[in-house]
């Protein structure tokens, strides 16, 4: 049966109905093809689909329609050609760098990115040849001035975590592609509900589709978007490699595209809240959230962003002891690293996802001992107030 036509259809309408093909059994929603093959009508039809003269599914480390439907899903909605998953965040992001990238070639990357994806650039994939130079986010000059005659890929996230620095993407794109580089940006912050790096010249859009595209904490996987010519070195990686996202979790991430929405207009809204009144807190030394005036980068998140996302951080006066004192006063906000959930969370980066930076690194990248970072959920935000005063409020 007939897919529709992603370009004809609006954001909202994208994400509950692009990719989906209906079963002669005419199932409403989508099903999960629990088939890890498939089996051809002869052998003339099987070495057809081996050669590729034929479409069609061999074998599920390949393709699988579960797969397909959130592939194509989520690229309808960052308005990208092609879509691989991937069995995690981190996967799509090796997937990106080994199916596009060869020994001897640079990247040029945020410092303030993902603690494992700073892992993975330092410690992995130099073993491979990949080297990588780290730059500050929003020093373009630094960008520029790092990149060499054999750097290819250029690598961000904005918002940043946990300080939610802004980067123009625009600007990036250009520095990028005037010196024959691909852009990648991790959408994971915001999702293509709330930012588009495509349309402001990104190359390759990556998500760990486990924060917001789940949105409920189930499960693991991830997804690099991009140009049908790039996507399909991916996918050879990928397809050889094997990293590749189960049906399962597929159809939790499709049906999570369904919400995203609407789920990420309910974040911004609570985290705004959140943040507002964090700012009138006499124990709070700073907050950090774009959707603030005092956000140095509050017009620029405007522009480039249709909402401000569901991260906030924030300083409580008195360094570690008064910030763990905040995190273990909590009853509602779980403590834990992940965001992106319904439920809201809690982080003292310092000590959980950035203690292997040395003190002077921390310093440099702004994670002092007093950081606390919340992913606001959909609790009502007085008890969410509530919850923290307490912590906030030394007796
Ligand atoms: C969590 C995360 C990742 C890694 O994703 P996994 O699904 O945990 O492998 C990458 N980038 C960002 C921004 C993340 O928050």
Not at 138 to 161: G, Q
Not at 162 to 182: G, N, V, Y
């Amino acid at each position: 049966m007939s897919k529709i036509d992603p370009t004809k259809y609006g954001p909202n309408t994208r994400a509950v109905r692009a990719g989906q093909v209906r079963s002669a059994e005419g199932e409403h929603s989508e099903l999960i093809f629990a088939s890890s093959s498939y089996v051809f009508q002869n052998a003339a039809e099987a070495a057809a689909r081996f050669k590729g003269d034929l479409p069609g599914n061999i074998y599920s480390r390949f393709t699988n329609p579960t797969v397909r439907t959130f592939e194509e899903r989520l690229a309808a909605l960052e308005g990208g050609e092609r879509c691989v998953a991937t069995s995690s965040g981190m996967s799509a992001i090796l997937s990106t760098c080994l199916g596009l990238l060869k020994g001897g070639d640079h990247i040029v990357s945020s410092r303030s990115i993902f603690g494992t994806t700073v892992g993975l650039f330092n410690n992995i994939l130099p073993k491979f040849g990949l080297t990588t130079t780290f730059v500050d986010l929003t020093d373009y000059a630094a960008w520029e001035a790092a990149i060499r005659p054999e750097t290819k890929l250029l690598f961000l996230e904005t918002p940043s975590n946990p300080l939610t620095e802004i980067a123009d993407i625009r600007k990036l794109a250009d520095i990028a592609h005037a010196h024959d580089c691909l852009l990648a940006v991790d959408n994971c912050f915001c999702t293509p509900a709330l930012q588009l790096p495509f349309s402001l010249g990104a190359d390759i859009v990556i998500h760990s589709a486990t924060k917001y595209i789940d949105g409920q904490g189930r499960c693991v996987g991830g997804a690099v978007i991009g140009d049908e010519k790039r996507l399909e070195d991916v996918f050879v990686f990928l397809r050889t490699a094997g990293p590749t996202l189960s049906p399962f979790n597929a159809w939790v991430f499709l049906k999570g595209l369904e919400t995203l929405n609407i789920r990420m207009k309910k974040h911004c809204e609570n985290a705004q809240q959140i943040a507002e009144w964090l700012e009138q807190q006499p124990h709070v030394e700073k907050v950090y959230y774009p959707g603030l005036k005092s956000h140095p980068q509050h017009a620029l998140a405007g522009r480039q962003q249709s909402g401000y996302g569901g991260v906030v951080s924030f300083i409580v006066k008195g360094g570690q002891e008064a910030a763990w004192r905040v995190v273990d006063s909590t009853q509602l906000f779980s403590i834990t690293a992940n965001l992106g959930d319904t439920k809201s969370t809690i982080t003292h980066p310092a000590t959980t996802t950035h203690h292997r930076l040395t003190d002077e690194q921390r310093l440099e990248s702004g994670i002092s001992p007093g950081l606390l970072r919340l992913s606001v959920g959909f609790e009502d935000v007085e008890d969410l107030q509530e919850d923290l005063r307490y912590g906030l409020n030394p007796r």
